[in-house]
């Protein structure tokens, strides 16, 4: 990266720490959105992990809510389904409620027994067989769209690469119109966007476009519903009885999660490991001296990615953590991200080494019964990208600052300008 471009960003990193370090516990509130546009969020979770790990936020436009920020702690929450209630009818997994008339519940969004009736359905499009098939029509687009890239001028990485390879991937997986394939892209950003963002510019538009989306799925859903069974996600849902019936709601809830389970994770995961290769030169010099390192780089850039910055519980009953009393009701923020730098649980976690010895000691996909059903495809997208672009380019320069989500929960990327050689 250029020298101003380090410049900047160590300094606003120094002010951000300075910020964090000056503002009392008591004023924290480690979920706004802005640490994360500005990825100035690092000190304070590390002041967290430090003083106070489990921490009650009562300083947000948003209901008080804790924040579990230590490995350990964030993998009882996530295993302790009796306690930790993902229930769309109690909040959902996001640190905000969804907006009234949003809360369509997924599986993400269930308690067993529902929520592994449901996901059962989805999870034979991740076996290691169809893996095996979808890796040759993986590779097969990814040379295409690498192909036709621009060289030595700059271009969006995020729209050109990351967007289109895992946009044409979702749509193969829903056996979606290709050549509309953008609009899951877009109705992926719209259901995850916050009303700064300026991704939609009010809650009507937002309510149009995904009821836009509703009206579209709903139509794919009569036919698959009605025809015979094929090998994609609607299809199987349509064929199975623990989903044929479900409520429009339900329907329109696991689509969604899906879509945004396909698109935002894999999509900034992509551009994270071009910034992260240009930040670290030095890993960048290792893999291409052996290629043979994008199998422990793919998850060692998942967990420096953290592509969903956290999940959701809410309490059902009084339980105890870290020395602090969780009341029956309240929200328990899962800061992912925070947990996949915690120094006691993983070695120098804010180094980014792609020949780390255990590269899959992470949280970024959730652990217990809400482990990322797709992420084995996840990474054989990541894999199969870095695979062929070695083949291509002796460089892929960023040379200009990334702006990133304005959101605390997806962690990701608007824009990363690149230039190929």
Request: glycine share 4%; proline share 6%.
């Amino acid at each position: 990266m250029h020298g101003t471009i380090e410049s900047e960003k160590a300094a606003r990193q120094r002010a951000a720490r300075e910020e964090a370090y000056a503002t009392p516990l008591a004023q924290f509130h480690p979920g706004a959105p802005r640490h994360f546009r500005d990825d100035t969020l690092w000190p304070w979770f590390e002041r967290l992990r430090k003083e106070e790990p489990v921490h009650y936020c009562t300083n947000a436009p948003i209901e008080p809510y804790w924040s579990v920020t230590k490995y350990n702690d964030i993998m009882h929450v996530d295993t302790n389904h009796g306690v930790f209630s993902s229930d769309s009818t109690l909040g959902g997994i996001s640190i905000r409620d969804a907006p009234q008339g949003y809360d369509w519940p997924s599986f993400i969004a269930m308690d067993q027994p529902r929520h592994a009736e449901q996901r059962k359905t989805v999870s034979p499009m991740f076996t290691p067989t169809h893996l095996d098939e979808l890796a040759i029509l993986i590779r097969q687009r990814t040379g295409k769209v690498l192909d036709a890239l621009p060289r030595n001028e700059t271009f969006n990485f995020v729209d050109r690469v990351s967007i289109e390879l895992t946009t044409q991937m979702l749509a193969t997986l829903f056996d979606f119109p290709f050549d509309e394939r953008r609009k899951l892209t877009r109705w992926s950003d719209v259901a995850t966007a916050l009303p700064k963002s300026m991704i939609v510019e009010s809650e009507e538009q937002r309510r149009d476009e995904l009821s836009q989306c509703a009206t579209f799925f709903t139509k794919l859903w009569n036919e698959r519903v009605n025809s015979e069974p094929r090998n994609d996600l609607i299809s199987m849902m349509a064929h199975n009885d623990a989903t044929r019936h479900m409520t429009h709601d339900n329907l329109i809830g696991n689509i969604i999660l899906l879509i945004v389970g396909g698109n935002d994770t894999t999509r900034n995961t992509m551009s994270g490991s071009v910034l992260a290769l240009n930040e670290n030169p030095d890993q960048f010099a290792k893999l291409r001296a052996n290629p043979a390192l994008i199998d422990t780089m793919v998850p060692e850039v998942i967990r420096w990615q953290t592509p969903l910055a956290h999940m959701r519980r809410t309490a059902l009953a009084d339980t105890e953590l870290g020395g602090k009393t969780i009341k029956k009701g309240d929200r328990v923020v899962m800061w992912y991200v925070s947990g996949n730098r915690d120094e006691e649980a993983i070695e120098n976690p804010n180094d980014f080494i792609i020949d780390r010895a255990r590269p899959r000691t992470h949280l970024s996909f959730g652990f217990g019964i809400h482990r990322c059903v797709g992420m084995r495809l996840a990474e054989l997208q990541l894999r199969i990208v870095w695979e062929e672009m070695l083949k291509r380019f002796e460089r892929i320069e960023v040379v200009g600052e990334p702006k990133r989500v304005y959101s605390s929960f997806v962690k990701g990327y608007e824009s990363l300008p690149v230039r190929v050689s």
